[in-house]
């Protein structure tokens, strides 16, 4: 009778314990599952996207150091004669090797502002109209070094904009390897893309252009000029140049219509090149998406832009100088840099 009494109570205690939850207790684990895994799947959104922004902004930057540094090895070549060439003088009568075709003096630094290269255009020329987002048109040229006065072949030091270097030697001191940068958009992929076309030496067609880097939506270039004001029609004398920059002009205030000889001393006249991008990455790679901003790939000195001359953007009268793009979701860069030319730019 004792061990009949012991043993009911805790049979009543089991079944007590073997029952399942409430509804409500259900409901709540539930919400509280469902809230731990919303938080979770933010977080991870959160990091992919902060990781995405992250890779993004570094491949910006390598993008922007090798523009940069392709950029200026072709400025600092700009100008370069081979010892034969540039230790004897021009033959006196120059006409023919000036350009006459072309009508533009055979100049070693170019330009052509707010403007678009089309397939078949001469290195002097952009015939596509208005620049992809008044990008500019940017051309060095240079002459290849040779080891030894008789050889047939270039010492390889040199490259062109596509990186390969020069094999043969130049005939005469008009004979150059003209690069021609500007901006294009990509038809595979819609990108606006900084595009190289290289001339060889002794003329002939252009090599195919070739990308050099994908995402530059922006190409602005300024030239820094020795003893020369904006859109200068006369010769300028000698002895107004000292080889110090004194102010930074657009390609169209260095080119004279009609005035081969005026136009070309204007551009010997370029001692530095100030060259500024706007560069993008891939889509959905910005963490904001939806703010509108305002890039100046020349810098800014007020908000309503920088003076005509000066290093800063001139918006009334140079379009590029500043950007705003639609907000698209991408992460945008701003790169300027300044090239100071090493050779003499004008001919021996």
Same mark, same amino acid.
């Given at each position: 009778?004792?061990?009949?009494?012991?043993?009911?109570?805790?049979?009543?205690?089991?079944?007590?314990?073997?029952?399942?939850?409430?509804?409500?207790?259900?409901?709540?684990?539930?919400?509280?599952?469902?809230?731990?895994?919303?938080?979770?799947?933010?977080?991870?959104?959160?990091?992919?996207?902060?990781?995405? #922004?992250?890779?993004?902004?570094?491949?910006?930057?390598?993008?922007?150091?090798?523009?940069?540094?392709?950029?200026? !090895?072709?400025?600092?070549?700009?100008?370069?004669?081979?010892?034969?060439?540039?230790? #004897?003088?021009?033959?006196?009568?120059?006409?023919?090797?000036? %350009?006459?075709?072309?009508?533009?003096?055979?100049?070693?630094?170019?330009?052509?502002?707010?403007?678009? $290269?089309?397939?078949?255009?001469?290195?002097?020329?952009?015939?596509?109209?208005?620049?992809?987002?008044?990008?500019?048109?940017?051309?060095?040229?240079?002459?290849?070094? @040779?080891?030894?006065?008789?050889?047939?072949?270039?010492?390889?030091?040199?490259?062109?904009?596509?990186?390969?270097?020069?094999?043969?030697?130049?005939?005469?001191?008009?004979? !150059?390897?003209?690069? @021609?940068?500007?901006?294009?958009?990509?038809?595979?992929?819609?990108?606006?893309?900084?595009?190289?076309?290289?001339?060889?030496?002794?003329?002939?067609?252009?090599?195919?252009?070739?990308?050099?880097?994908?995402?530059?939506?922006?190409?602005?270039?300024?030239? *820094?000029?020795? *003893?020369?004001?904006?859109?200068?029609?006369?010769?300028?004398?000698?002895?107004?140049?000292?080889?110090?920059?004194?102010?930074?002009? $657009?390609?169209?205030?260095?080119?004279?219509?009609?005035?081969?000889?005026?136009?070309?001393?204007?551009?010997? !006249?370029?001692?530095?090149?100030?060259?500024?991008?706007?560069?993008?990455?891939?889509?959905?790679?910005?963490?904001?998406?939806?703010?509108?901003?305002?890039?100046?790939?020349?810098?800014?000195?007020?908000?309503?832009? *920088?003076?005509?001359? #000066?290093?800063?953007?001139?918006?009334?009268?140079?379009? *590029?100088?500043?950007?705003?793009?639609?907000?698209? %979701?991408?992460?945008?860069? @701003?790169?300027?840099?300044? @090239?100071?030319?090493?050779?003499?730019?004008?001919?021996?």
């Amino acid at each position: 009778m004792t061990t009949e009494r012991n043993s009911h109570p805790a049979t009543h205690t089991s079944l007590r314990a073997q029952k399942g939850l409430t509804l409500v207790e259900l409901m709540v684990s539930l919400v509280i599952g469902l809230v731990v895994v919303l938080a979770a799947s933010t977080a991870l959104v959160i990091s992919r996207n902060g990781f995405n #922004s992250v890779d993004a902004a570094a491949q910006l930057r390598d993008s922007a150091r090798f523009a940069e540094d392709v950029l200026q !090895r072709l400025g600092v070549q700009a100008g370069f004669e081979d010892l034969a060439n540039s230790a #004897s003088p021009p033959p006196p009568n120059i006409a023919a090797l000036q %350009g006459a075709s072309t009508n533009v003096p055979n100049v070693f630094v170019y330009g052509l502002n707010n403007s678009l $290269r089309k397939a078949g255009d001469a290195w002097v020329d952009a015939s596509g109209g208005s620049g992809v987002n008044g990008s500019d048109v940017l051309v060095l040229r240079f002459q290849p070094n @040779v080891s030894s006065v008789n050889t047939a072949s270039s010492d390889s030091a040199m490259i062109d904009c596509s990186g390969m270097a020069p094999q043969g030697v130049p005939t005469d001191p008009y004979d !150059r390897v003209t690069n @021609v940068l500007y901006v294009s958009i990509s038809p595979s992929d819609n990108e606006p893309t900084l595009m190289c076309a290289v001339w060889p030496l002794g003329g002939g067609s252009a090599s195919t252009p070739q990308p050099l880097v994908k995402g530059v939506e922006d190409f602005q270039v300024l030239y *820094g000029v020795d *003893g020369i004001p904006a859109g200068n029609k006369t010769m300028p004398a000698a002895s107004s140049a000292d080889n110090v920059t004194e102010r930074y002009l $657009r390609a169209d205030q260095l080119t004279v219509a009609g005035n081969n000889a005026v136009t070309a001393a204007n551009w010997q !006249r370029v001692r530095s090149i100030r060259i500024g991008m706007v560069l993008r990455a891939s889509a959905n790679s910005a963490v904001d998406r939806s703010t509108q901003q305002t890039f100046y790939p020349l810098g800014i000195a007020a908000s309503s832009g *920088g003076a005509a001359g #000066s290093l800063f953007s001139d918006t009334n009268n140079d379009a *590029g100088s500043n950007f705003t793009p639609a907000p698209d %979701g991408r992460l945008r860069q @701003v790169v300027t840099f300044t @090239v100071h030319l090493r050779n003499p730019q004008g001919t021996s």
